[in-house]
């Protein structure tokens, strides 16, 4: 149905899950931009949720939108084949293809309710009109890569990048193998100016932890120390991090589908990060390097990592949906990622029919052991229903225009 | 559409699929239970196929169907831990119980495009029923184990068994380590009498390892091989196998999920197992250790699972996508699992819409990588449409009235 006005109730919803806490049965104020109250109370036009579940908004905290094109173009090869192979596209791929892959991306996100994400990439511009177009929080910036752009190009560049309603710049760094000393600098003093954070992949390979240490040293994450850049940094990967590193990390991204995809093996320290009490986020990586963009799979495969690798079930589903959720908000600086009273409306939707056994008490592991993406109805950002059943047809529709306009470029 | 005759058409197949070469809009034309052609011709009525993309049937090679109750139920445990709860509710678990929860992941199975599964657990006499009910393949016996049952009550049982046109009875062992020697001997000779294999999990912990060699001297599968259990017999797990036993097994089943997740740790020597020729399969195991019935998602996690242990990328999407069809059926002892002339009309199409890029050279990575289990639109099994949009309404009817009739019995 459609909503006529900023405040408005969804009524009697079957469950509100949060990491913590499980309600039945209540309803939710939503009052422009924020959750106005959670209980027995109805205001303003209603919308029966008798049959979902509801749950935070998901943050992607890791993924590359425009690399949708490449799903499926090299997938059997190890990290560095791969990477190569990517960046033989990259350099030829142009902006308008990046923001028509990006776009298709976002539909695909939002569609198994990612309400924000994280991109690094080369065409922040049209992430932020995209942002706008499908109201999808999105953070992205020009990539530091000095292989294939100039430092002082893409320092140029993000110095004209603005702010939007949903979007914020972020300053990417591809690693410390592909950018010098001085870019590291570079984008350090760029995110003071521009008062955000450092977004870069560390210590993916134990190729790059050797190289790093051989060429300056010290390990990736050490180097990174020594530059003032882990303080603010959200550092991506991290399974080759050296115990005595974790020190040094504040904000860490796991993206366990897609290091075992391209075999880089290590060893995410999940729990360590835990009980050291950092923000820890999960990212689905890249559609080339996952391929899906599913962060309800995504989940489960963190959990499914993490006991493999520990050989035990010390991390579990909420430590997960927390990370997808409430930590996610954090690392963005939003008051999001909980369904509670006084927090921003970004919420999920998900029919309640296909979960079995429905309960209370099996629905947190419901929803990660289950990967319920594909029963997601209604995502709700900030305030605004952004998809839901009418939205689909239209997703669909654009879907087909841009396949057709995409088929082209394909590698 | 409906089929009004034994003959009929699958026209314009967008692909077809199978592990080593994929056509493009080819017609299928399928007679009785058969792939009579695949070409340019007609036969009979037709079905425009253009917008699927069409892939053998899919072999589960390993679950527990009524655990479908015990979803969720104890999610967080070690594999020791979890097995007592599991036993705990088993023992008082009634038999219609049972067959209502087996129909359930039926209907799970089924729309995911699961054409036949191999099953242990207590309700043979239900899933040839329900196999019968539903048309899907399922292989099924009375399991023993001894702390459950007593041996001579299952063998017993398992005598009376019969064989109906899509069920064949197996013989169920669930382990070395919960039946005595005397049990073993029991159940190879009733698998020589009803000519059929031995279904049995080994080597999944190391847990296992130690206790059965303290007790016997001998690892798990040496002393199956002493007792003649491995020629015929279908191994699963064997996380945890020596490579010298790697000789001794004829049939080995991949469970990457539930190890994950039971926090087995250990190693499946996929790759030594496929040079040496083995039969290798995969299983989603039950739901209340996986918890999905999803065997797209389970391809998808043994390629994972596989590259995170070898540190590289030797298995590929082919090899996981031959053993959920063409090895799934070779164990089944069915000629199906491929999409060819001459071979059973077991099929799953699956929508090619929302599968991005749609290229003849991605549609296997697309398949295995993006998971496709929530596109799957027709299943065909025995040249019969068993699963189709009509179907989708009848079985989620029928869900609501099993979920409700479970409903008091969940633990």
């Known amino acids: 149905m459609e909503i006529r006005n900023n405040t408005y109730t969804l009524r009697k919803c079957k469950f509100i899950v949060n990491y913590d806490k499980v309600i039945e049965d209540k309803n939710i104020i939503i009052q422009d931009n924020f959750i106005k109250d959670i209980g027995e109370e109805t205001e303003g036009d209603e919308i029966d949720c008798s049959k979902y579940v509801v ?14 094109i490449l799903r499926g173009y090299y997938d059997d090869a190890e990290l560095p084949v791969w990477l190569e192979k990517m960046w033989q596209f990259e350099k030829k791929y142009q902006l308008e ?57 893409i320092d140029m560049k993000q110095r004209q990048l603005r702010e939007d309603n949903l979007f ?41 932890i050797y190289e790093i240490k051989k060429k300056y040293g010290k390990f990736p994450v050490e180097l990174l120390h020594e530059f003032n850049l882990t303080k603010n940094s959200q550092l991506v990967h991290l399974g ?55 962060m309800f799979r995504e989940m489960k495969n963190a959990v499914l990592l993490q006991r493999h690798s520990y050989w035990d079930t010390s991390i579990k589903a909420y430590h997960v949906f927390k990370a997808a959720t409430e930590e996610g908000y954090k690392l963005i600086g939003v008051k999001g990622g909980r369904v509670e009273k006084g927090y921003i409306a970004d919420l999920v939707l998900i029919r309640k029919d296909p979960l079995y056994p429905l309960r ?45 306009l995409l088929d082209k470029v394909i590698p």
């Open 240 to 294: 080759w991090i050296a115990s005595w590193e974790i020190n040094y990390v504040n904000h860490a991204t796991h993206c366990p589908t897609s290091n075992m995809k391209l075999a880089t093996a290590g060893f995410f320290p999940f729990r360590e990060m835990l009980e050291r009490g950092l923000n820890v986020t999960i990212g689905t990586d890249g559609p080339a390097s996952n391929n899906s963009l599913d």
């Open 97 to 153: 293809a990046m923001n028509l892959s990006s776009e298709l991306a976002i539909l695909e996100m939002l569609s198994k309710g990612t309400t924000a994400f994280v991109d690094m990439y080369f065409n922040p511009d049209g992430i932020r009109e995209l942002s706008r177009k499908y109201g999808i929080r999105a953070y992205a910036g020009y990539t530091f890569l000095d292989s294939l752009f100039e430092p002082y190009e």
């Open 168 to 208: 914020k710049p972020i300053i990417n760094v591809h690693s410390v193998y592909a950018t010098s000393i001085n870019t590291l600098k570079l984008a350090r003093q760029l995110s003071e100016e521009q008062n955000t954070w450092v977004h870069i992949h560390v210590s993916e390979t134990r190729r790059e």
């Open 360 to 404: 209370k008490d099996r629905i947190l592991s419901n929803i990660v052991y289950n990967s319920v993406g594909e029963y997601v109805e209604k995502v709700i950002v900030n305030g605004k229903i952004v998809y839901d059943e009418d939205k689909l047809i239209t997703f669909n529709k654009r879907r087909e225009e841009l396949l057709k």
């Open 55 to 68: 749950i935070p908004g998901i943050v992607n905290a890791h993924t590359h939108t425009p690399m949708i």
